[in-house]
């Protein structure tokens, strides 16, 4: 390539030089060089479109010799498989079965009813009966080999096994649990669990096989309120065992409690009272039975008695007795009360039953015609 431009170079050198002389000699018509510089531009032009023509083969030998090859696309990564964790072969579900109770299903029973609430209060040393009424709920019937049977808690002198039954109690049919305890004689919340027994000596209860029933008080010292226990009570008419609470629109009688209570003479005031009313019968009676108690040293029973505001026509006798084991009542005292707008205060010595184990009963009288025969015990208590 060099070569070719040397040459090119010298060429045109004697070309100009000789047109310079060509242009000085004007004499000379005919200049004996013309065919030799002729030739010789001849061969320049010639050879000049061959370096050009060369020089552009070379260059687009070179650009088509150094085209970049496409780039082709980056695959995406195919992302590496995950490896499972092993898992534990899956295990057929049973289908769901009823639990049975320890004796099967064909144990079972479903509470009905009960007396002595939960939380009720008595004195130290108080003997009482606590009943409950239960259905039998299965489909076997119980008879005399089945029993109920102290489970847990505290005793209190009830039986560690008491029958459940005299009689066959079918499916469906339900049947009476009684059982007498007496009461701690310290202070403090007790309760005695119970379940029944079939005639195989297995345990059973309810729908729940681990579930009891029970009885739950509270021993109070210092002082026995009647008001904290009044559904401890057993309240009777002629009419025979009345509800606790009662309602003052039954007939039959009634007992039931007021924390907020308006006395004969109009006030309210801020002490509980009992509320009692006779069966409406002429002459007609109320009775209030306390459960066998351990009496206080020194002990006295204290109230203020009182009619209903609103009952002009109250006119009765209140009689305060005892009962010692099977013995007759005795009367420890009575009062009469007619409405007249004022209240009649009781404190009664008791010291002569200190220490004696005694049942203490109340009684209401009518005098003839019941109507209106209502009346408070405000904060009736037994205390030292």
């Given amino acids: ?83 499972s964790l092993p898992t534990e072969p899956a295990i057929p579900t049973a289908a769901l079965q009823p639990t049975p109770t320890p004796s099967g299903s064909c144990d079972q029973a479903a509470f009905v009813d009960e007396t002595i609430p939960d939380g009720s209060q008595f004195p130290p040393g108080t003997i009482f009966t606590k009943t409950w009424t239960l259905r039998n709920a299965g489909s076997c019937t119980w008879n005399a080999d089945y029993d109920v049977v102290f489970s847990s808690g505290t005793r209190m002198n009830a039986p560690d096994v008491t029958p459940l039954a005299k009689e066959s109690v079918p499916p469906g049919s339900s049947v009476t649990i009684s059982i007498p305890f007496t009461t701690p004689l310290e202070g403090g919340s007790y309760r005695a669990d119970f379940k029944l027994r079939n005639a195989d000596g297995v345990l059973f209860s309810f729908k729940n096989p681990s579930q009891t029933f029970w009885v739950e008080i509270q021993v109070m010292t210092g002082k026995i309120d009647l008001v904290a226990m009044a559904c401890s009570i057993r309240w009777t008419s002629g009419a025979g065992e009345l509800p ?97 707008g004022k209240l009649l205060s009781i404190s009664q010595d008791l010291s002569s039953l200190s220490g004696k184990s005694v049942r203490i009963i109340l009684q209401l009288e009518a005098k003839g015609s019941p109507q209106g025969d209502v009346i408070h015990l405000l904060a009736p208590v037994i205390q030292p």
Avoid at 2 to 26: D, M, P, R, V, W
Avoid at 268 to 290: F, K, M, P, Y
Avoid at 332 to 338: F, L, S, V
């Fill in 1 to 83: 390539m060099k070569a070719h431009k040397s040459l090119l170079f010298s060429l045109l050198t004697i070309f100009l030089i000789g047109a310079c002389q060509s242009e000085a000699t004007t004499t000379t018509p005919t200049d004996p060089l013309d065919s030799v510089r002729t030739e010789a531009a001849r061969t320049i032009e010639t050879l000049s479109t061959q370096i050009v023509a060369t020089d552009q083969a070379a260059r687009t030998q070179t650009a088509v010799a150094f085209v970049p090859s496409p780039i082709p696309p980056t695959p995406e990564p195919t992302p590496a498989p995950t490896p």
């Fill in 244 to 340: 606790c609470p009662g309602l003052p629109s039954d007939t039959r009688g009634f007992a039931y409690t007021d924390f907020a209570p308006v006395l004969e003479n109009g006030a309210r005031d801020d002490e509980a009272a009992l509320w009692l009313g006779v069966q409406q019968v002429q002459d007609g009676i109320l009775l209030g039975t306390l459960p066998v108690m351990l009496i206080p040293d020194n002990a006295k029973f204290s109230s203020i008695l009182g009619c209903a505001s609103d009952q002009k026509s109250c006119d009765v006798t209140l009689r305060l007795s005892y009962q010692e084991g099977s013995q007759p009542l005795v009367e420890i005292a009575h009062w009469q009360k007619t409405y007249d």
